[in-house]
């Protein structure tokens, strides 16, 4: 077999790029969890994560690498060049547990990711292997980080005041001490701003757009899935091709229109014209679900009398509960969190979407922290929804039901 690299090489080289990776990790939420200033070092993480590296084909003790990395890297910041640079104001606590992190980050992973890799030569599946290992991890910090950074700063924003805000916009700490003044800027939006009618509005108007959407959407997806008619080829080709046309081309035809019947500013045409934008995509999702039911349960049953109607409420609606959930929320979502369209149509505060409203408060005569505090009131029940039926996507209830 082939051999690719050398392990004293591959460790060195990985642990490098992790600790990079773990030294900006810390200085990030060092930086968010204190208010300090925290920042990566190029020459110290280097240093440290070399020998890591090097050591972790011949040394396989993470919990005694992770040791090693925490005091190099004090003895290097004591020197000047650490790969997590302090701040004058940081103190030697918040230094200390800024370094056990770095430890703990650097020397069980790189571990990990040599686990298999002897000290010299290695052939392309282990080669490959500790690349893998690697990129996992990167990918996981990755995608953490891209989701989590941007809602704790939004969470952290809206907890403070302006004073707060106005002595230093980058320190996301909050003072546990206030207690329930925490929470004045969300207070305030229900009180002031009318926000329990934007979510009440939001709320009605998403529901009746998913049960419209499957009113259209089942029986059409069932028609090019199960029968057969003149275009039917063409029609399941096509469902998708309304996204093609971007929808701030359509703005101003559908501005005018609904002005000129009445539609404008109210509820109606919204409910009306959301339906438009979540059914194509909603045909789509459950033909090809429907495609994959066994054909031999819907025969069995009109083999024993049932109507059409009755096969698809009685046999293949409830084998489409996974895919009527998924779609349900897909469709949901969209609904919930559609802004253009809001913004174009609604004028009255009295009939505002959540959107609408929160596009209201970006304005210079409120303080932002009320505009975070919308978008939080608008992003947690959105996933406190996917996580209460994230299940219900991925289940298989067709398992078993065809024999043979």
């Given amino acids: 077999m082939r051999r690719l690299w050398h392990g004293q090489i591959t460790g060195p080289?990985?642990?490098?790029?992790?600790?990079?990776?773990?030294?900006?990790?810390?200085?990030?939420?060092?930086?968010?969890?204190?208010?300090?200033?925290?920042?990566?070092?190029?020459?110290?993480?280097?240093?440290?994560?070399?020998?890591?590296?090097?050591?972790?084909?011949?040394?396989?003790?993470?919990?005694?690498?992770?040791?090693?990395?925490?005091?190099?890297?004090?003895?290097?910041?004591?020197?000047?060049?650490?790969?997590?640079?302090?701040?004058?104001?940081?103190?030697?606590?918040?230094?200390?547990?800024?370094?056990?992190?770095?430890?703990?980050?650097?020397?069980?992973?790189?571990?990990?990711?040599?686990?298999?890799?002897?000290?010299?030569?290695?052939?392309?599946?282990?080669?490959?292997?500790?690349?893998?290992?690697?990129?996992?991890?990167?990918?996981?910090?990755?995608?953490?980080?891209?989701?989590?950074?941007?809602?704790?700063?939004?969470?952290?924003?809206?907890?403070?005041?302006?004073?707060?805000?106005?002595?230093?916009?980058?320190?996301?700490?909050?003072?546990?001490?206030?207690?329930?003044?925490?929470?004045?800027?969300?207070?305030?939006?229900?009180?002031?701003?009318?926000?329990?009618?934007?979510?009440?509005?939001?709320?009605?108007?998403?529901?009746?757009?998913?049960?419209?959407?499957?009113?259209?959407?089942?029986?059409?997806?069932?028609?090019?899935?199960?029968?057969?008619?003149?275009?039917?080829?063409?029609?399941?080709?096509?469902i998708l091709l309304i996204y093609m046309v971007p929808l701030i081309v359509l703005a101003l035809p559908i501005y005018i229109a609904f002005s000129q019947v009445g539609l404008r500013n109210t509820i109606f045409g919204i409910i009306l014209i959301y339906p438009v934008t979540t059914i194509p995509v909603a045909l789509y999702m459950l033909q090809g679900y429907f495609r994959g039911l066994p054909a031999e349960v819907e025969e069995a049953g009109l083999m024993d009398g049932l109507s059409r109607l009755a096969v698809i409420w009685k046999i293949t609606l409830p084998l489409s509960l996974p895919a009527l959930a998924s779609v349900s929320l897909y469709v949901f979502m969209i609904a919930w969190n559609e802004f253009l369209l809001a913004f174009m149509l609604l004028d009255d505060p009295s009939k505002f979407t959540l959107t609408r409203g929160i596009a209201s408060l970006n304005s210079s005569e409120i303080p932002r922290q009320h505009l975070m505090a919308g978008s939080v009131i608008a992003t947690v029940p959105i996933m406190a929804l996917f996580l209460g039926l994230e299940r219900f996507m991925t289940g298989g209830l067709t398992a078993g039901s065809v024999k043979g």
């Avoid at 020998?51 to 925490?70: I, P």
């Avoid at 009605?204 to 757009?209: A, E, H, Q």
Wanted: hydrophobic share 55%; no cysteine.
């Fill in 13 to 238: 080289l990985l642990g490098i790029f992790w600790t990079l990776i773990i030294a900006t990790s810390v200085s990030v939420l060092m930086s968010f969890g204190t208010g300090d200033a925290f920042r990566p070092g190029l020459i110290g993480s280097v240093i440290v994560g070399s020998l890591v590296g090097w050591l972790s084909v011949t040394w396989r003790n993470g919990w005694g690498l992770s040791a090693l990395a925490a005091g190099l890297g004090v003895a290097l910041a004591l020197a000047g060049i650490g790969p997590v640079q302090l701040g004058a104001s940081v103190s030697t606590m918040a230094g200390g547990v800024a370094y056990i992190m770095l430890g703990l980050g650097a020397g069980i992973p790189v571990v990990y990711f040599m686990a298999n890799a002897p000290k010299d030569s290695l052939t392309r599946h282990e080669f490959e292997d500790s690349v893998i290992r690697f990129l996992t991890g990167f990918g996981y910090i990755f995608f953490v980080a891209i989701v989590l950074i941007p809602f704790y700063v939004m969470v952290m924003t809206s907890l403070k005041n302006q004073a707060e805000l106005m002595a230093n916009p980058l320190d996301f700490t909050i003072d546990l001490d206030q207690g329930t003044a925490l929470f004045r800027s969300y207070i305030e939006l229900f009180r002031d701003f009318n926000f329990g009618n934007y979510l009440w509005t939001s709320f009605f108007v998403s529901v009746l757009t998913v049960i419209i959407t499957l009113l259209f959407s089942i029986p059409g997806a069932y028609a090019v899935a199960r029968l057969r008619f003149q275009g039917q080829t063409a029609f399941s080709r096509s």
